[in-house]
């Protein structure tokens, strides 16, 4: 039975980065999850890539036909965001292994959907101090920067990402993002053990 290798991790602690180079490593055979946002598309994103981007309507259609596996809602500064997982035919679990990014909160839902063993977590850590940095140089390069959101992002992390709420996840194995490579070494290898 295939398994969905599961990115989590505070914002700007490197997953879509990581995401893209475990995308990269052939041996592995991962597909990927994409999934559904209704935020505005950011400078260098793709559709179907990074997120299938949709409207509100869309997202309705999706819950109409019961095809919404989970979401969550933020309260941006820039409005409601939605973030979904839909069931929309990607995965075939008796086929392959998958690649997905999220949140503690949907990594929960998913094991519920998909089953308990199908759902592996691959929890990115990075200190704080240097999380900032990174995502406040990440932003000076978009050609409209959001600080403010950004600022949103990092406090409501530190609630959303708290120690109680890792640990009731059942998070046991941290990967840290310090060096790029030598953590992508570790999450294939980890991936591997568990192919
Ligand atoms: N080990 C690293 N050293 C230095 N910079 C890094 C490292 N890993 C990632 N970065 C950079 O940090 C920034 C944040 O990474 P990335 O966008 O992948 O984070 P993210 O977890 O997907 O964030 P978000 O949840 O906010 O979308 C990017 O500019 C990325 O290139
Ligand atoms: N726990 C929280 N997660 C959030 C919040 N706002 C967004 N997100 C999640 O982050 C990732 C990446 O989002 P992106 O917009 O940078 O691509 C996504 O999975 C969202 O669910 C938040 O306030 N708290």
Not at 2 to 15: D, E, N, P, Q, T
Not at 126 to 142: F, I, N, P, T, Y
Request: proline letters at 2%; aromatic letters at 12%; a negative charge.
């Amino acid at each position: 039975m295939g398994k969905i290798f599961y990115i989590m991790g505070k914002s700007a602690s490197g997953k879509d980065r990581i995401y893209s180079l475990l995308e990269d490593q052939r041996e592995l055979k991962l597909k990927t999850l994409v999934l559904y946002t209704t935020r505005p598309i950011r400078d260098g994103e793709e559709n179907g890539k990074n997120y299938y981007f949709v409207s509100d309507e869309k997202l309705n259609e999706f819950r109409k036909n019961g095809n919404v596996i989970e979401e969550r809602s933020y309260h941006t500064v820039y409005g409601i965001w939605t973030y979904f997982t839909a069931d929309d035919g990607q995965v075939n679990l008796t086929e392959s292994d998958y690649l997905g990014i999220g949140t503690l909160e949907s990594f929960m839902k998913l094991k519920k959907y998909y089953g308990e063993n199908a759902v592996c977590p691959v929890y990115i850590q990075v200190e704080d101090g240097e999380r900032l940095s990174r995502a406040l140089k990440r932003e000076k390069e978009q050609e409209n920067p959001k600080y403010e959101e950004m600022c949103r992002r990092f406090i409501a992390d530190q609630s959303d990402f708290s120690e109680e709420n890792i640990q009731s996840a059942g998070i046991e194995k941290r990967f840290q993002n310090k060096d790029l490579d030598n953590c992508v070494k570790e999450i294939v290898n980890y991936i591997k053990s568990m192919q």
